[in-house]
């Protein structure tokens, strides 16, 4: 039976690193006489330690692009923020079987005619108690609609955010965050440590506390050196 190139190649090193595991689905029924069109690829894994670690070294080998630990990323800024920077094209499909954080996040970076396929344990909650259950019986143009405008001000934070985290790098690799003025120095390293927070919620965290537009103020300067920064290296090149 002919598999898939990437299909084959993922299972060519599952056998490389001794990985015990079970193929299951259309390719198991194909295999026994029962052709059956599928687009997926389905195995069983043996649950042990020794066995997680061969997946674990067959799956480094085989690849993938980016890799997100959920657990590092308990709100929707965050998660947000975390798959802009690992899909910045955004997203055309997603298998989501849990709903929270990360289908949250994973909406609002859906490209236009991108697909969701829901199963497990959020396809049975699919009711009008729930979002999931709202959107789904919602016509798609409606769909759009309330997803766009619940993630508008979402989508602007991260962009503001990575920006300037991005300012920020950049100062910090040629100049040092430590010689910019003592406000600029604290309002950078809480972006840093605090890259899914708003302007508001930096400012709540500074000593003392500074408004939205103190904080908004302060990047803006950032902002300033960065492109001074970037305007003299290229003046040099």
Not at 71 to 76: A, L, M, Q, T, V
């Amino acid at each position: 039976m002919d598999l898939d190139r990437d299909f084959n190649e993922f299972v060519q090193y599952f056998i490389a690193h001794e990985v015990r595991f079970l193929v299951v689905g259309g390719y198991a029924l194909a295999a026994h006489g029962l052709p059956r069109t599928t687009g997926d690829f389905d195995a069983w894994i043996w649950l042990s330690n020794s066995n997680a670690a061969h997946v674990l070294a067959a799956l480094e080998e085989f690849g993938f692009d980016a890799c997100i630990d959920h657990r590092e990323h308990k709100d929707i800024r965050s998660m947000s923020i975390a798959l802009k920077e690992s899909a910045p094209n955004g997203i055309d499909g997603l298998f989501e079987n849990v709903g929270g954080v990360g289908l949250d996040a994973a909406l609002a970076r859906m490209n236009a005619f991108g697909r969701v396929a829901l199963c497990g344990l959020i396809a049975g909650k699919m009711t009008k108690s729930n979002t999931i259950g709202v959107v789904a019986a919602m016509p798609i143009p409606e769909v759009n609609r309330l997803v766009n405008a619940e993630n508008a001000n979402l989508a602007k934070i991260v962009d503001a955010s990575l920006g300037q985290i991005r300012d920020i790098q950049l100062i910090d690799d040629v100049m040092g965050i430590r010689r910019l003025p003592p406000a600029l120095a604290a309002a950078a390293r809480l972006r840093l440590e605090n890259p899914e927070a708003s302007l508001s919620e930096l400012g709540t965290m500074l000593s003392p506390p500074v408004s939205k537009s103190g904080v908004n103020h302060r990047m803006r300067r950032i902002a300033r050196i960065a492109d001074d920064i970037r305007l003299t290296c290229r003046r040099e090149r």
